[in-house]
T-cell receptor, first 112, second 112 residues
Framework: GESVGLHLPTLSVQEGDNSIINCAYS??????FIWYKQESGKGPQFIID?????DKRQGQRVTVLLNKTVKHLSLQIAATQPGDSAVYFC???????????FGSGTRLLVRP | DGGITQSPKYLFRKEGQNVTLSCEQN?????MYWYRQDPGQGLRLIYY???????QKGDIAEGYSVSREKKESFPLTVTSAQKNPTAFYLC???????????FGSGTRLTVV
């Protein structure tokens, strides 16, 4: 079936550098995408979202980019901090029931 | 403060036993969801409910059962028919017609 996937299972970055986490999706009908952050032993927390009628959306230190042509989503974190270390998931809408389909996640490790 | 509470945080089950995981929310959300997360993997949907007294199977419903007798509560029973129940279980809720999920902190179930 349709699924959301990630290119890199683990990303290691130096503190202060920018991080880019990528996600590929296969359902061209998806119209809403969300990035979640999950710390160890906790539930996912909402980071930022974007609708398919947008290419870019910015939050505090985070930016989400959407390329519908190649069905690619990315999360950019500026000035990465140790507290950013976590697993990051992208999610997409699978259908009109408002169910989210989650990718397998990328682990972000921030080196001091 | 409004939120979503899962209990217990850790649960141990003997093979052949049924166990019930609790999920309660005071956010006045209409929809509730149960996800399963295995190590290093994304979230897979078990069951979801968009309204009281109604629920639908997700992608991996076999071996699980749910009920939605109250808006605030969506308990998940892991039955003996579930052959690999050891996992991290996450409950989420959202307002009907939106994709903004709020997640609980999860229950880690281990079969001993």
């Amino acid at each position: 079936g349709e699924s959301v996937g990630l290119h890199l299972p683990t990303l290691s970055v130096q503190e202060g550098d920018n991080s880019i986490i990528n996600c590929a999706y296969s359902n061209s009908a998806s119209d809403y995408f969300i990035w979640y952050k999950q710390e160890s032993g906790k539930g996912p927390q909402f980071i930022i979202d974007i609708r398919s009628n947008m290419d870019k959306r910015q939050g505090q230190r985070v930016t989400v980019l959407l390329n519908k042509t190649v069905k690619h989503l990315s999360l950019q974190i500026a000035a990465t901090q140790p507290g950013d270390s976590a697993v990051y998931f992208c999610a997409e809408t699978g259908d009109s029931s408002y169910k989210l389909i989650f990718g397998s996640g990328t682990r972000l490790l921030v080196r001091p | 403060d409004g939120g979503i509470t899962q209990s217990p945080k850790y649960l141990f089950r003997k093979e052949g036993q049924n166990v019930t995981l609790s999920c309660e929310q005071n956010l006045n959300h209409d929809a509730m969801y149960w996800y399963r997360q295995d190590p290093g993997q994304g979230l897979r949907l078990i069951y979801y409910s968009q309204i009281v007294n109604d629920f639908q199977k997700g992608d991996i419903a076999e071996g699980y059962s749910v009920s939605r007798e109250k808006k605030e509560s969506f308990p998940l029973t892991v039955t003996s028919a579930q052959k690999n129940p050891t996992a991290f279980y996450l409950c989420a809720s959202s307002t009907q017609g939106t994709y903004g999920y709020t997640f609980g902190s999860g229950t880690r179930l281990t079969v001993v």
